[in-house]
């Protein structure tokens, strides 16, 4: 257990509708990122997260968002959902943001199912 | 931007035996290498990672090794045992995964044959 929590774990929707998954991430960590895991697109970064303020992105469309509470939980946000945007979902976080000179350990929580049908 | 190529997509190798991974990245400025496992159901995992300035890391069974001229790195796994069995990712960043992310490869399906 990475002491990340995500939820929900699985989720059916249809297209072109909004959903929002969420992350707490693991006591004491003040970076939050967000990635995506498809099969035909591997896993991909989009957006990170530090202390509330958004730090970096990625490959993340203008159709989601995210953004991190005071209490440093961390939510995404997909609207307009399109059947491709069906795929693993998954939170991570570090104590600070990761960089070439800490290289803080990036923990990664189970992940978000979301299945557009 | 950072590409990743990783091979084998699949690797069957006999309990006791080693197994290796190996990945290639275009962007000479990245300078963090993790190696991530993902079992079934689960977030990926970091188990190894190294930096430009480290040709080599062990960790027990586990061992990296990083080539910064020719741009590859390999995880190399000893003795495998059932429990090894997972998708192993390779990752390289700029940034130590933060400010660019991390740019992982494909995977590979590890199989450890009993």
């Known amino acids: 257990d990475s002491g990340v929590t995500q939820t929900p774990k699985h989720l059916i929707t249809a297209t072109g509708q909004r959903v929002t998954l969420r992350c707490s991430p693991r006591?004491?960590?003040?970076?939050v990122y967000w990635y995506q895991q498809s099969l035909d697109q591997g896993l991909q970064f989009l957006i990170q997260?530090?202390?509330?303020?958004?730090?970096a992105k990625g490959n993340i469309l203008e159709r989601f968002s995210a953004q991190q509470f005071p209490d440093l939980h961390s939510e995404l946000n997909l609207s307009s959902l399109e059947l491709g945007d069906s795929a693993l979902y998954f939170c991570?976080?570090?104590?600070?943001?990761?960089?070439?000179?800490?290289?803080?350990?990036?923990?990664f929580g189970e992940g978000s199912w979301l299945t557009v049908v | 931007g950072e590409n990743v190529e990783q091979h084998p997509s699949t690797l069957s190798v006999q309990e006791g035996d080693s197994a290796v991974i190996k990945c290639t990245y275009s962007?000479?400025?990245?300078?963090?290498f993790p190696w991530y496992k993902q079992e079934l159901g689960k977030g990926p995992q970091l188990i190894i990672d190294?930096?430009?300035?480290?040709g080599e890391k062990k960790d027990q069974r586990i061992a990296v090794t990083l080539n910064k001229t020719a741009k590859h790195f390999s995880l190399h796994i000893t003795e495998t045992q059932p429990e090894d069995s997972a998708v192993y990712f390779c990752?390289?960043?700029?940034?130590?995964?933060?400010?660019?992310?991390?740019?992982f490869g494909k995977g590979t399906h590890l199989i450890i044959q009993p």
């Open positions: 190294i930096r430009s300035n480290v």
């Open positions: 997260y530090y202390n509330g303020e958004e730090r």
């Open positions: 991570a976080s570090s104590v600070i943001p990761s960089t070439a000179v800490t290289g803080n350990t990036i923990y």
């Open positions: 990752a390289a960043s700029r940034s130590g995964g933060g400010a660019d992310g991390l740019t």
């Open positions: 006591s004491g960590d003040l970076s």
């Open positions: 962007d000479s400025a990245s300078n963090y």
